[in-house]
């Protein structure tokens, strides 16, 4: 739970090797997700790493509606090569509005790095114990030594001006707990606080990791392929065949055979691309993350990938290399689904600084880019 990718990150680093660790979701103790166990997880309250200066709700706006995101994961990925990087940990935010994300957008989503020496102010020099849970109420004076959000687990400017007990990223998360029942608590005599909670942040998970197997030494493999590539043949006749036929039924079309067959090539390209996704993922059909330091993601389509000018510079000048993706099966994790619109990816995919430099702020901002999958590859239609 603690520490697993330390090993993944060192080795995919320096053996400049294209191996992929994968990982899972799984159900813990709550405990066991807090900053002093360096963990990777999904949901929840973030677990900061470094504990002054965390991102603002300014810092964590959504670029479209403007509203505070929400913790959606972090990821736990030290380099211990260097010193600066003994403890690092990467933080994706994710706008709970559905409006919001729109196709091949990554304006709702924000991305943050941290990292700290061995030697540090907040955690000790040595391992933490893992067996012994701290007791509640030293969890809850943590969110007020360190000023956090007692909704949303982030940076917590404003204070109750009735009690001064809770704190808060904003005005919004205030009224949000005001209606959820700090009403009810606030300046109670016996000095209890509600322990009710907003519904507003994803399903708390850990995250963990394993190899990804490799693909060679498949005996049917050779097979397998042949017989793709026949089905693809077919599906490629038949697209052709309803070409014909949609330009025959409405009477003419100035189409050339050779327009029909461009068209046709490009659809069979995009339901290639994902089949190779498809293929890929299917021996571990619940992955919801791949961390390949400085590899290549898995794309779910071939449109909307990015070239080198699309991802930017880190604020050092260090350019920028791929450190995880994440998978659209942790939607289903995350109860998004919604009768109207509702927040989806085809994949997420995470770039950092190639020297995960130690310049600016504890909480250094990094890229994401958002890929949708093709509508062909959703209908199975042009």
Same mark, same amino acid.
Request: proline residues 6%; hydrophobic residues 30%; contains cysteine.
């Given at each position: 739970?603690?520490?697993?990718l330390?090993?993944?990150?060192?080795?995919?680093?320096?053996?400049?090797?294209?191996?992929?660790?994968?990982?899972?979701?799984?159900?813990t103790?709550?405990?066991?997700?807090?900053?002093r166990?360096?963990?990777?997880?999904?949901?929840?309250?973030?677990?900061?790493?470094?504990?002054k200066?965390?991102?603002?709700?300014?810092?964590? $706006?959504?670029?479209? +509606?403007?509203?505070? &995101? #929400? =913790?959606?994961?972090?990821?736990?990925? %030290?380099?211990? $090569?260097?010193?600066? +990087?003994?403890?690092? &940990? #990467? =933080?994706?935010f994710?706008?709970r509005? %559905?409006?919001?994300?729109?196709?091949?957008?990554a304006?709702?989503?924000?991305?943050?790095?941290?990292?700290?020496p061995?030697?540090?102010?907040?955690?000790?020099?040595?391992?933490?114990?893992?067996?012994?849970?701290?007791?509640?109420?030293?969890?809850?004076?943590?969110?007020?030594?360190?000023?956090?959000?007692?909704?949303?687990?982030?940076?917590?400017?404003?204070?109750?001006?009735?009690?001064?007990?809770?704190?808060?990223?904003?005005?919004?998360?205030?009224?949000?707990d005001?209606?959820?029942?700090?009403?009810?608590?606030?300046?109670?005599?016996?000095?209890?606080?509600?322990?009710?909670?907003?519904?507003?942040?994803?399903?708390e998970?850990?995250?963990v990791?394993?190899?990804?197997?490799?693909?060679?030494?498949?005996?049917?493999?050779?097979?397998?392929?042949?017989?793709?590539?026949?089905?693809?043949?077919?599906?490629?006749?038949?697209?052709m065949?309803?070409?014909?036929?949609?330009?025959?039924?409405?009477?003419?079309?100035?189409?050339?055979?050779?327009?029909?067959?461009?068209?046709?090539?490009?659809?069979?390209?995009?339901?290639?691309?994902?089949?190779?996704?498809?293929?890929?993922?299917?021996?571990?059909?619940?992955?919801?993350?791949?961390?390949?330091?400085?590899?290549?993601?898995l794309?779910?389509?071939?449109?909307?990938?990015?070239?080198?000018?699309?991802?930017?510079?880190?604020?050092?000048?260090?350019?920028?290399?791929l450190?995880?993706?994440?998978?659209?099966?942790?939607?289903?994790?995350?109860?998004?689904?919604?009768?109207?619109?509702?927040?989806?990816?085809?994949?997420?995919?995470?770039?950092?600084?190639?020297?995960?430099?130690?310049?600016?702020?504890?909480?250094?901002?990094?890229?994401?880019?958002?890929?949708?999958?093709?509508?062909?590859?959703?209908?199975?239609?042009?």
């Amino acid at each position: 739970m603690t520490f697993d990718l330390t090993k993944m990150a060192e080795s995919a680093r320096e053996e400049k090797t294209s191996s992929v660790d994968l990982g899972f979701v799984e159900e813990t103790d709550s405990w066991k997700l807090l900053s002093r166990f360096f963990p990777s997880k999904v949901g929840g309250k973030p677990a900061w790493l470094a504990l002054k200066s965390v991102p603002t709700a300014c810092e964590l $706006a959504c670029g479209v +509606c403007g509203k505070p &995101t #929400v =913790f959606l994961l972090q990821v736990y990925s %030290p380099r211990t $090569a260097q010193t600066t +990087c003994f403890h690092r &940990t #990467v =933080f994706v935010f994710c706008c709970r509005n %559905p409006p919001c994300h729109a196709r091949n957008s990554a304006a709702p989503f924000r991305v943050y790095r941290s990292q700290l020496p061995r030697q540090n102010d907040f955690y000790d020099f040595e391992p933490p114990d893992e067996d012994t849970p701290p007791a509640e109420a030293e969890v809850l004076q943590a969110e007020k030594d360190w000023n956090l959000c007692c909704v949303c687990g982030c940076g917590g400017a404003k204070a109750c001006s009735r009690c001064h007990q809770v704190r808060y990223c904003g005005k919004e998360h205030q009224v949000l707990d005001w209606k959820a029942g700090h009403k009810a608590a606030c300046g109670a005599e016996d000095g209890s606080l509600s322990t009710a909670r907003v519904q507003l942040l994803f399903p708390e998970f850990d995250l963990v990791t394993e190899p990804e197997e490799s693909e060679e030494g498949e005996g049917d493999g050779e097979d397998a392929g042949k017989e793709e590539e026949e089905e693809k043949l077919r599906e490629y006749e038949d697209y052709m065949r309803q070409l014909r036929h949609n330009q025959e039924h409405a009477g003419g079309s100035d189409l050339k055979e050779k327009d029909l067959e461009a068209a046709a090539r490009q659809e069979t390209e995009e339901d290639q691309q994902f089949s190779i996704f498809r293929r890929r993922v299917r021996k571990e059909p619940e992955q919801v993350l791949r961390y390949d330091l400085g590899g290549a993601p898995l794309w779910v389509s071939r449109q909307h990938i990015p070239t080198a000018e699309d991802i930017p510079d880190c604020t050092c000048g260090a350019p920028r290399q791929l450190e995880f993706q994440v998978m659209p099966q942790l939607l289903n994790y995350l109860q998004v689904d919604s009768l109207k619109d509702s927040i989806d990816w085809g994949t997420l995919v995470v770039y950092t600084c190639v020297n995960s430099c130690d310049e600016g702020t504890a909480y250094h901002p990094e890229f994401l880019w958002k890929q949708d999958y093709s509508e062909t590859a959703l209908t199975g239609t042009p």
